[in-house]
């Protein structure tokens, strides 16, 4: 899996790219992507609360 893409600009949300090469591994892989960007996100939501 590979980064392509982030919205540095964060005007449009969040969001980012990935390319998922291996198709017997893109379940798992998106399945990963998606919950560190979702942990990503809660952090940093709990940090700018403080």
Same mark, same amino acid.
Request: hydrophobic share 45%; aromatic share 12%; with cysteine.
């Given at each position: 899996?590979? %980064?392509?893409?982030?919205? @540095? %600009?964060?005007? @449009?949300?969040?969001?980012? &790219? *990935? /390319? &998922?090469?291996?198709?017997? *591994?893109? /379940?798992?892989? &998106?399945? /990963?992507?998606?919950?560190?960007?979702?942990? /990503?996100? %809660?952090?940093? *939501?709990?940090?700018?609360?403080?």
């Amino acid at each position: 899996m590979r %980064l392509i893409g982030v919205n @540095h %600009l964060a005007t @449009h949300g969040r969001w980012a &790219f *990935a /390319e &998922f090469c291996d198709v017997y *591994a893109i /379940e798992a892989d &998106f399945a /990963e992507k998606v919950k560190s960007q979702f942990e /990503e996100m %809660l952090q940093g *939501a709990i940090t700018s609360s403080k």
